[in-house]
C-alpha cells in the first residue's frame, strides 16, 4: 500500500513539474514569456491595435541594449509592407504551443485589416536556456495568390546610444566589424556585443544556404534577422495560394548580460541550446562516427572493386569505422547505375565486405546532375535547371557541358529518391556523401547563374521561389531518407549547400555532417588549415558535423593529421595500403582511443575554445577541449604548437567541476598532472614543444572513473 502510495505521489510531482514547464502567461493587453532566465513582454492587439515587444531582457540584471518599443518582425506582401508596430492587427487566439526538443511558449494568431491572411507568430522557450525561437505563419484567407518577400522574422529595435560601443561578430560568431552591418550566406549567428555595458545580443538565423539574412544598424536602428530581403543577391520569395499555409524558418535569440565578450556565450548557451533544442540529426545518433575514410585522394575516380577491397583491409586495420566510396563507382551520373566493368558483382558484396571489417559502408553521389548522354537526361529534359535565357545549364560550374543540374521542383525528386532508397535499402549502405550544387554554386560568383528560371516547374512560380523551394526539397528528401533507414548519415557538402564551406542550421536539422573542404597538402601547412576551419565554424556548429577533407595516411606527418582533426569529425584518404604494420598498429591506437574518449565522455557532442588560445595562425600556439559540460567528468585536449618561437605554454581548462580532482594524461595514458577542476581553470598544466610544429592530445579524466 505504501509503495503504491509512493508511486502516486512521485507520479503527481512528475505532472505538475511538467506543468510548471510552462513559459507563457498572458492576459488581455500582454503576453509575458519567461523561463527564469529571460522575460519577453509583447503588446496585444486589445482586440485591434499593434503588436509589438515592450521588453526582452535577462531576468537578472541591467539590460539596456534593446529599445522600449520593437517592430517584432517585418515582411511584404504583394509589395505591400506589413509589421508588428505599424501595421493595425486584429487579436484572433492566443494559445500554448511546444514542441519535440522541450520548447514551450505561446502562438499569437493574428488578422490583417483587408482579411486577406491570417498571421500566427509563434514563440518557444526552453528550461534553463536563454534561447527565444519564434517563426511566423501566414494563411492565405483571400481568393488570389499572395507574394510573400522581405521577411525579417525577428526585428528588435536598437536603444539609439547601443551602436556606440558596440561590435558584431558575424561569420559564425567568428569575425568582427563596426558599424552597420548587412549578413550574408555565412551568418547562421550573429551577435552585438557592447563593451562598455557587457551586454549584447546573439541571433541565430535557421534559413537555408544563400536566403538567409541577418542585419544589424542597416536600415535603421534595428537588428533584423530572417530571410533575404527582395533587392538581395539570392532574393527569398514564396507566392501562398488561396487556402495555402506558409511557416517561415525558425530565428533564435539570446539576450545576455554580465559578460565581457560574446564568445563566452558562444561557448555555454549557444553550443547547449544547439546540442540539446536546435533538433539536430547529429544530436540523434546513438553513436557519433569517430573515424572515417574516403577514397577520393589520391584515386579520384579511378577505382574498382579489386582496389576498393584492398583499401578496406587496411582501412579496417587502421581502425577505421565508416569507409566511403567517392566518385567512380557509376556508370552515369543521373542514371546512377553500377558500372559493371569496375564493379562486376555490384556493390552489395562490396558493402557486406566492408561491414564484415567492423567498418559501415558509404557511398559519394551528385544528387542533382546528369550527363547529357544519360537515359533519365534524354526522357526528361524538363526536370532539368534552365537559365536566365532559357537554356538548360550547370549550376555546378560556368563551363561545365558534360553535366547538366536537375531541379528538385520537378520530377526529379521522386527519380533521384527512388535511387538513394534502393542504394540504402537493398545494397545496406549507411553513409551516403551527397555532393554538387542544387541551388547555387561556391564557384561562380554572378549571382544571376543560380536557381532555374524555368516557367513551366510545378514547386516553383519564378526564379526567385526556386531558391527556396528547392532547399526545402533537398530537406524533405533528407527527411525521406531518414525515415525509411534512421540511422543513415547523410553528408551534406559545402557544393550542395552552395557557398564556399558553407554550414548551417537548416542544413543540421536534415543532415548530419558536411563536407567542408578539399584542402590539399601533406605537410603543417594542412594540419593548419583543418584546425582553423573547426575554430571558424565552432562552437556555433557542432564540431563533429565538420567533415573536413583531405589530409592523406600515408603522409609523414599523418598522425598530426589525426590530432588536428580530433576538433572536428575525424576523416582520412589517401592509400592505407603504403603504411607498415607498425604504422598501421599506431592508427589503431589512435582509432581506440577516439573511440574510448567518446564512450567515456561523450566528446564528439562536445567542443569549446580553449581559454588563452585564439583563431589557429602560422607563427602561434593554438587548441581546443571537448569537455562534457553535462556529467563534468572530463574530455580531451589538443594543443599545438604552429610554428610559435614560444617552446612552452601553460594550458587553463574550464567547464570542469570546480572541487573534483582530475588527472591529465597523455594517449599513452601517463598522468603528467593531478589537480582540482579549479586550479586547472586558473593555473592549468604546462606543455612543452621541442619542435615548431607539434600537437598533442590529452586526456582530462576525473580521479576514480573508469
Not at 529571460?38 to 515592450?54: C, D, K, N
Not at 598522468?671 to 607539434?694: A, H
Amino acid at each position: 500500500m505504501k509503495l503504491k502510495f509512493f508511486l502516486l505521489f512521485f507520479f503527481l510531482l512528475a505532472v505538475k513539474s511538467l506543468k510548471a514547464q510552462q513559459f507563457a502567461s498572458w492576459n488581455t493587453t500582454a503576453l509575458t514569456l519567461n523561463n527564469g532566465i529571460v522575460e519577453r513582454v509583447i503588446q496585444l492587439p486589445a482586440p485591434t491595435g499593434h503588436f509589438f515587444t515592450t521588453q526582452y531582457k535577462p531576468v537578472s540584471g541591467k539590460f539596456q541594449l534593446l529599445d522600449s518599443v520593437s517592430t517584432d518582425f517585418q515582411f511584404e506582401i504583394n509589395d505591400q509592407l506589413y509589421s508588428g508596430s505599424r501595421t493595425n492587427w486584429r487579436l484572433i487566439a492566443i494559445k500554448n504551443c511546444s514542441d519535440a526538443t522541450s520548447g514551450n511558449g505561446a502562438a499569437v494568431t493574428l488578422l490583417n485589416e483587408e482579411h486577406q491572411f491570417e498571421l500566427t507568430v509563434q514563440y518557444l522557450l526552453y528550461p534553463g536556456s536563454a534561447a527565444i525561437r519564434k517563426s511566423l505563419t501566414l494563411k492565405n484567407l483571400s481568393a488570389a495568390t499572395l507574394k510573400l518577400e522581405s521577411v525579417d522574422v525577428e526585428k528588435l529595435d536598437l536603444n539609439p546610444d547601443a551602436p556606440t560601443f558596440s561590435s558584431v561578430a558575424h561569420d559564425y560568431g567568428r569575425r568582427r566589424a563596426l558599424g552597420p552591418y548587412d549578413g550574408n550566406m555565412q551568418d547562421a549567428l550573429v551577435a552585438v556585443h557592447n563593451s562598455q555595458w557587457q551586454q549584447g545580443i546573439v541571433v541565430g538565423n535557421e534559413a537555408a544556404g544563400v536566403v538567409k539574412h541577418t542585419s544589424f544598424f542597416w536600415g535603421g536602428m534595428d537588428i533584423c534577422s530572417g530571410f533575404t530581403h527582395k533587392d538581395a543577391r539570392y532574393p527569398f520569395r514564396k507566392y501562398i495560394l488561396p487556402g495555402q499555409v506558409f511557416s517561415t524558418a525558425q530565428v533564435f535569440t539570446m539576450v545576455y548580460n554580465n559578460c565581457k565578450d560574446a564568445g563566452e556565450i558562444l561557448n555555454t548557451q549557444v553550443a547547449d541550446f544547439v546540442r540539446k533544442y536546435l533538433g539536430s540529426r547529429l544530436s540523434l545518433l546513438k553513436q557519433k562516427p569517430t573515424f572515417v575514410y574516403n577514397t577520393w585522394e589520391p584515386f579520384g575516380s579511378n577505382i574498382n572493386e579489386q582496389l576498393v577491397m584492398e583499401l578496406a583491409r587496411a582501412a579496417a586495420k587502421a581502425g577505421m569505422k565508416e569507409f566511403v566510396i567517392d566518385d567512380g563507382w557509376q556508370d552515369s551520373y543521373g542514371d546512377w547505375g553500377i558500372d559493371k566493368k569496375k564493379f562486376p558483382h555490384g556493390l552489395k558484396p562490396v558493402f557486406d565486405y566492408i561491414k564484415s571489417l567492423g567498418m559501415k559502408p558509404g557511398l559519394w553521389i551528385s544528387v542533382g546532375s546528369a550527363t547529357p548522354d544519360s537515359k533519365v537526361f534524354k526522357a526528361h529534359p524538363e526536370w532539368f535547371v534552365k537559365d536566365k535565357n532559357g537554356k538548360l545549364t550547370s549550376l555546378h560550374l560556368d563551363v561545365d557541358a558534360d553535366r547538366y543540374t536537375a531541379c528538385f521542383s520537378t520530377g526529379w525528386y521522386d527519380y533521384i529518391k527512388d535511387i538513394l532508397l534502393k542504394l540504402a535499402l537493398d545494397n545496406g549502405l549507411e553513409y551516403m556523401k551527397l555532393d554538387f550544387a542544387v541551388v547555387t554554386s561556391p564557384y561562380r560568383y554572378d549571382a544571376s547563374a543560380s536557381g532555374c528560371y524555368a516557367a513551366n516547374h510545378p514547386g516553383h512560380q519564378d526564379h526567385h521561389e526556386s531558391l527556396y523551394a528547392n532547399y526545402e526539397q533537398v530537406w524533405k528528401l533528407f527527411d525521406e531518407l531518414h525515415a525509411a533507414k534512421p540511422g543513415l548519415f547523410i553528408d551534406c557538402t559545402f557544393e550542395t549547400m552552395g557557398g564556399l564551406q558553407l554550414i548551417d542550421y537548416a542544413m543540421l536539422k536534415h543532415a548530419e555532417g558536411n563536407w567542408l573542404s578539399n584542402f590539399t597538402g601533406h605537410g603543417q601547412e594542412i594540419d593548419l588549415s583543418i584546425r582553423n576551419m573547426a575554430w571558424w565554424r565552432s562552437p556555433a556548429i557542432p564540431a563533429t558535423a565538420l567533415v573536413i577533407g583531405n589530409p592523406e595516411m600515408q603522409d609523414a606527418s599523418w598522425d598530426l593529421h589525426i590530432k588536428s582533426l580530433a576538433g572536428a569529425l575525424p576523416i582520412m584518404l589517401g592509400d592505407p595500403r603504403k603504411l607498415t604494420t607498425a604504422e598501421l598498429t599506431k592508427y589503431r591506437q589512435f582509432a581506440d582511443w577516439l573511440q574510448r574518449m567518446d564512450l567515456r565522455y561523450r566528446i564528439m557532442s562536445f567542443r569549446q575554445d580553449l581559454p588563452g588560445f585564439g583563431e589557429p595562425m602560422e607563427g602561434y600556439w593554438d587548441g581546443f577541449q571537448r569537455i562534457n559540460t553535462e556529467t563534468k567528468a572530463g574530455g580531451i585536449v589538443g594543443i599545438f604548437r604552429q610554428g610559435s618561437t614560444e617552446t612552452e605554454r601553460r594550458v587553463t581548462v574550464f567547464n570542469l567541476d570546480p572541487l573534483k580532482t582530475y588527472q591529465i594524461k597523455k594517449m599513452d595514458g601517463t598522468v603528467i598532472c593531478t589537480q582540482t577542476g579549479n586550479y586547472l581553470s586558473k593555473q592549468g598544466f604546462e606543455v612543452i614543444f621541442t619542435k615548431k610544429y607539434d600537437g598533442e592530445l590529452f586526456e582530462i579524466a576525473a580521479k576514480g572513473l573508469k
